[in-house]
């Protein structure tokens, strides 16, 4: 009986925790920019994706380009080295959009659906220049050892009849992110630049009659989200597999996530974003193997157990941000109204 | 006046009419999930029709020339709208296509049967072709699935599974296989675990594997496109720890999938329609020579199909959509004198004088009245990275 609860529990460490925690971080990482973009200019960036796709899409060809040169991390991937590459790419970006579109909104004080709107068509452009430039398949660029914990050789170890599996990204995903979020914090609670910011938000007049510049605060949110884009998309594509038009449909979980936990409020773009992948895979899992471990056998299931097939993982985003929309609208961390 | 004007507009006339070459579409999804097989596909469906220009025998020395559009294997809009460019625009004769099974019934309905334009599918293996309203239009040489189930069902018996879960590609191909499949191996004592479909073209698969390593089955069959979902569930699979036991139908036999995955899809078992009869291995000779890769999947089943084609045209001694219709039968069964692969000029020769021809080219091809072929099938096993041949079924 010991040995099958020790069994139900790795089951599900591989199955439901250790992936939703990566998830989890690369959704936190991609609300976070969308927070701060509501939160300072004002408005949902929906290209915000494509800012992701456009950053990893650098990084790859980084990534490339190192691997021709023979240079590598040895265990680590790659794609680590050429993270800067893909921020840099995803920062130009995103301040020659604001420079060519969104500016010229800003200036006219523009209501945020307009905005909202030229983000969209920011998004599409965006998406064919990855598209262009490195085609619409399957890229990978994952290299080093894929896995730190390989399932088979728990299984051995262990003895125990259910294998985890923790792959490299996954948790490189989990340091990169933590090591982002303290650094943004840090950023935005101790510096000059990072106070102007959080006051531009809470009162955009107050903050220019104090002497705010800003056109650097704008400067600062977009290289800031920008990088953040980068960072996670980069760390989606190593965790999973690299698609162009994927990144589209990561951003329906992240504005889950950032709504979930009150948009403007950068703590809960992180907890949104952990909510939204915990329910999204916990909601699909089937619990069948799961439950012949825990309960008698008698009372064994015969079916999986699965409270929704995987087909509807998208939907869990869609019901995650009707209710919360319906019940508290500001969401769990007090954030603006949408 | 009035006279030299009509004397040269028919002498116009008949030097067009006499230049004038056959036209072939050869509609394949050069891109989309298997566009990693389609430029060898067509290539040896073009090397028919240029076996059959450089003879100087088709009808009276006339070219054939090949036409190429995208079906892209799961857009049907795109497939009809390059299949509508081909049969409209380019006034092709017919049309050597289209490949995935979703694709070749939308352009069949939509396309090929409004105009009566013959399709002859080299690899649309859904078992609901054999009973689609096509008017006698659409042929493949491609096997129906309804046998590739009752093949893999044998294949996965023989390895001594006697419970496996399946995930099979969402549409006609994925669907018909997988039901055919589950069918013949309950038959034959077998349990399916879980039977389940997955989208092509996500990023992640875990949640799809999750389920499917749940149903308590040891053996997973991928039912799935090679360049697509398929690979992302093997992907997954071995990522979570779920399934390192694989077996593959047709659409994940490729050298893509191997090397992307490495090598823990050695001992994977599939299935692809193909055989080891002379005729196949003198296609292969013949396909090398070209620089095109007879073994690889639908390579032989294409070359067939355009020789059909080309064929029925020469028997109808016109290049009429409809007299090459009534021709493709006749041509591809028996009685007649039997035409292998590389003998295209001795069949369109024979049917110059009137004789009879039986076409067996690389498949040995035997058509039935439904326009089904009725092929072998090759078992794989993934060996030293390789797809190698175990028996033929």
């Known amino acids: 009986m010991d040995i099958d609860i020790v069994n139900a529990a790795v089951l599900l460490a591989n199955f439901v925790v250790v992936p939703a925690i990566a998830y989890g971080s690369q959704l936190a990482l991609g609300a976070l920019g969308i927070t701060l973009v509501y939160g300072i200019l004002r408005f949902a960036n929906f290209s915000h994706g494509d800012l992701m796709a456009f950053g990893t899409m650098a990084a790859i060809l980084g990534t490339w380009q190192l691997q021709a040169w023979g240079i590598g991390l040895g265990l680590l991937p790659t794609a680590l080295l050429a993270l800067p590459v893909g921020i840099a790419a995803a920062v130009a970006a995103a301040l020659a959009a604001d420079r060519t579109v969104f500016r010229f909104y800003r200036v006219r004080r523009s209501a945020p659906m307009v905005l909202s709107i030229a983000s969209v068509g920011v998004m599409f452009v965006l998406n064919g220049v990855v598209r262009v430039i490195v085609g619409p398949d399957d890229r990978s660029f994952s290299d080093g050892a894929r896995y730190l914990i390989n399932a088979r050789e728990f299984k051995s170890v262990t003895g125990l009849s259910e294998g985890l599996s923790v792959r490299t990204s996954q948790v490189l995903t989990l340091a990169l992110a933590v090591a982002a979020v303290a650094a943004l914090f840090w950023f935005l609670q101790r510096t000059r630049a990072g106070k102007a910011m959080r006051a531009y938000s809470d009162n955009e007049d107050l903050a220019l009659l104090s002497g705010v510049e800003p056109d650097r605060v704008v400067l600062l949110t977009w290289a800031i989200a920008a990088s953040l884009a980068a960072i996670a998309g980069t760390l989606y594509g190593l965790d999973k597999s690299f698609q162009p038009f994927t990144y589209l449909q990561l951003l329906l979980p992240m504005f889950a996530a950032a709504i979930v936990g009150g948009i403007g409020q950068p703590m809960g773009a992180i907890a949104g974003g952990f909510l939204v992948a915990f329910s999204e895979i916990a909601l699909t899992y089937p619990y069948k193997k799961f439950l012949r471990y825990v309960l008698p056998e008698d009372m064994q299931p015969d079916g999986l157990v699965q409270l929704l097939s995987t087909d509807y993982k998208l939907s869990v985003s869609f019901a995650i941000l009707v209710v919360v929309l319906l019940w508290r609208p500001t969401g769990l961390f007090r954030g603006r109204v949408l | 006046m009035k006279r030299l004007l009509a004397v040269a507009a028919a002498l116009t006339m008949a030097a067009s009419a006499a230049q004038a070459d056959m036209k072939v579409g050869v509609l394949v999804g050069f891109t989309g999930p298997i566009e990693s097989l389609t430029p060898n596909i067509a290539a040896a469906a073009e090397l028919a029709m240029k076996e059959a220009t450089d003879s100087g025998a088709f009808l009276g020395g006339k070219k054939v020339i090949p036409v190429r559009g995208d079906s892209t294997c799961v857009d049907a809009g795109a497939a009809q709208a390059a299949a509508e460019r081909l049969v409209t625009s380019d006034k092709v004769a017919a049309i050597m296509g289209a490949d995935c099974s979703g694709v070749t019934i939308a352009v069949a309905n939509n396309v090929a049967v409004p105009n009566g334009v013959v399709m002859v599918s080299p690899s649309a293996t859904s078992p609901a072709i054999t009973t689609l309203k096509d008017k006698g239009l659409l042929f493949r040489t491609a096997p129906s699935d309804a046998r590739q189930g009752e093949v893999l069902a044998q294949v996965v018996k023989g390895r001594g599974i006697k419970q496996i879960a399946v995930t099979y590609t969402n549409n006609d191909y994925g669907k018909g296989l997988a039901d055919s499949f589950a069918n013949a191996f309950k038959a034959v004592g077998g349990k399916i675990a879980l039977a389940a479909a997955h989208e092509d073209g996500k990023a992640d698969y875990a949640a799809e594997v999750g389920a499917l390593a749940a149903s308590g089955a040891e053996h997973l069959a991928v039912f799935g496109y090679v360049d697509k979902g398929g690979k992302g569930i093997i992907q997954a699979s071995l990522d979570a720890g779920a399934f390192d036991k694989f077996i593959l139908a047709d659409g994940m036999v490729g050298e893509s999938l191997i090397k992307a995955i490495g090598k823990a899809l050695e001992g994977a078992a599939a299935t692809a329609p193909g055989s080891d009869s002379p005729n196949a291995k003198k296609f292969q000779e013949a396909a090398k020579k070209a620089g095109v890769k007879g073994q690889d999947p639908f390579a032989a089943e294409a070359y067939d199909a355009a020789a059909l084609i080309v064929l029925a ?37 024979l049917l110059a004088e009137g004789k009879a021809i039986d076409y067996q080219g690389a498949t040995d091809v035997v058509l039935t009245d439904a ?22 079924h």
């Open chain 2, 313 to 349: 045209a020469q028997a109808a001694g016109s290049m009429d959509r409809a007299a090459i219709q009534a021709k493709i039968l006749a041509v591809a069964n028996a009685p007649g004198e039997k035409i292998g692969p590389g003998e295209l000029a001795k069949g369109l020769k």
């Open chain 2, 371 to 392: 326009g089904d072929a009725s092929g072998s099938y090759k078992e794989y096993e993934v060996k030293d990275g390789k797809f190698a041949t175990v028996r033929i």
